[in-house]
């Protein structure tokens, strides 16, 4: 069996601000939630995709409220991004980490009605001390894992550059351990900084390293991506993650004027990146991949 998951992280914009470092500045709306995600969503309801959504709830209003409830009832899935979106979340001690979760866990439930199961943490980072939150709230599986030096290469000297620049970035690397693991879903607790504490992860798909996610199908070149894609199809399990700023289109508001310049993903119109993800999906699906959440393709790789 052929499976596929179209995930995406609904980071705020306040969270593209702190990445490059713009603390004194912050946006007045959130056009990720009010305009892109509904794009998003339009395009699943256009290929007949359950997606799972990633949230973080600190910053959403009502209106967004409104729009997970819309994507609940299509039989969308909400999975836990923690509840500040706090790059450096695993620097806390245990409690912390567990508080911030488990906040963000009770209020989306508050909220859709819909009870998380699963995880992925702000920047990637994860750690013991996470793990053992995720199991403390009886969750099913993590989807952190991005297995890509070159993606954490650009990471680092973007983060680098920043500095140099005075603007310090609030992203950061916690290590380079998990780059040997490979695309396949793993019990995390055969991991040596696990423990013991054992869950599902399901990695996000790269090949030769390169990260199949939103920002490479849109802004690598069109013959690299088909070629990486081409042999990933290879495989029996694709994880494609997006984030909202994927779908956002400059035109939409002038909050993303600060980062206008600077944030890859907004040098393209909304139609564009729209027709490349869709063009992605249809490749998959060509190729006899299901898409299903992450919920459940964790539900089938638990049972077995």
Not at 64 to 69: A, D, E, H, K
Not at 103 to 123: C, L, S, V
Not at 285 to 292: D, V
Request: with cysteine; charged share 25%.
């Amino acid at each position: 069996m052929k499976i596929a998951s179209l995930n995406i992280d609904v980071d705020p914009l306040s969270c593209y601000y702190d990445i490059h470092g713009l603390k004194d500045k912050r946006p007045s709306t959130d056009p990720i939630f009010d305009v892109a995600l509904p794009r998003f969503l339009d395009l699943c309801r256009e290929e007949n995709i359950k997606a799972t959504l990633f949230i973080t709830s600190e910053t959403i209003n009502d209106s967004g409220w409104n729009i997970l409830r819309k994507a609940v009832q299509e039989g969308h899935e909400i999975a836990n991004h923690s509840f500040s979106h706090q790059y450096k979340l695993i620097k806390n001690h245990e409690e912390f980490i567990f508080t911030d979760l488990k906040k963000n866990h009770d209020i989306i439930y508050q909220k859709t009605g819909y009870k998380p199961t699963g995880f992925r943490a702000p920047g990637y980072n994860t750690n013991s001390k996470l793990l053992k939150s995720l199991k403390r709230l009886n969750y099913t599986y993590d989807s952190s894992l991005l297995p890509s030096l070159s993606y954490y290469a650009a990471k680092w000297l973007l983060i680098k550059l920043k500095s140099i620049s005075g603007h310090i970035s609030e992203s950061f690397i916690e290590n380079f351990r998990d780059l040997k693991r490979g695309w396949k879903p793993y019990r995390t607790g055969k991991n040596i900084f696990d423990k013991g504490n054992s869950i599902l992860e399901l990695p996000m798909t790269t090949i030769l390293t390169v990260p199949i996610i939103g920002t490479s199908m849109i802004a690598l070149p069109k013959f690299l991506m088909k070629v990486l894609r081409k042999i990933s199809s290879k495989r029996n399990f694709i994880n494609l993650e997006l984030h909202g700023i994927d779908f956002a289109d400059v035109k939409d508001s002038e909050d993303y004027t600060p980062i206008r310049n600077i944030q890859p993903d907004l040098k393209y119109e909304s139609t564009i990146k729209y027709n490349t993800v869709k063009d992605f999906i249809q490749y998959y699906k060509g190729q006899g991949f299901a898409f299903l959440t992450l919920k459940d393709i964790a539900d089938f790789y638990n049972s077995k």
